[in-house]
Nanobody, 125 residues
Framework: QVQLVESGGGLVQAGGSLRLSCAAS????????LGWFRQAPGKERGFVAA????????YYADFAKGRFAISRDNPKNTMYLQMNSLKPEDTAVYYC??????????????????WGQGTQVTVSS
């Protein structure tokens, strides 16, 4: 089994920054990547950013390009999402996921086999 634990969410004013963390443990060997998704009330879970297991390739949703940065600390088995210039529309529960198989897309929630419990990000105007 795989355990994913997110942290770093909170309340921030528009224009502010937050850094989310996702600590992975358990049977992570052989995974193909990690991703961040978010879900606002009444909306589906949507792609934010992803990184392959080696940390060499990154992927971003259009809204995240230039504002968010995904990274990995391999020895710590931890993924980060640095979020800058936050907007009220970024308010959501942010989830990290682990993707086992390399043939599946990084930007689809269906590609991810394990999920964390989520961390709330609230951006006030």
């Amino acid at each position: 089994q795989v355990q994913l634990v997110e942290s770093g969410g909170g309340l921030v004013q528009a224009g502010g920054s937050l850094r989310l963390s996702c600590a992975a443990s358990g049977r992570t060997r052989g995974a193909s990547g990690l991703g961040w998704f978010r879900q606002a009330p009444g909306k589906e879970r949507g792609f934010v950013a992803a990184i392959d297991w080696s940390g060499g390739s990154t992927y971003y949703a259009d809204f995240a390009k230039g504002r968010f940065a995904i990274s990995r600390d391999n020895p710590k088995n931890t993924m980060y999402l640095q979020m800058n210039s936050l907007k009220p529309e970024d308010t959501a529960v942010y989830y990290c996921g682990l993707k086992r198989y390399s043939y599946s897309n990084f930007d689809s929630p269906a590609s991810y086999n394990y999920w964390g419990q989520g961390t709330q990000v609230t951006v006030s105007s």
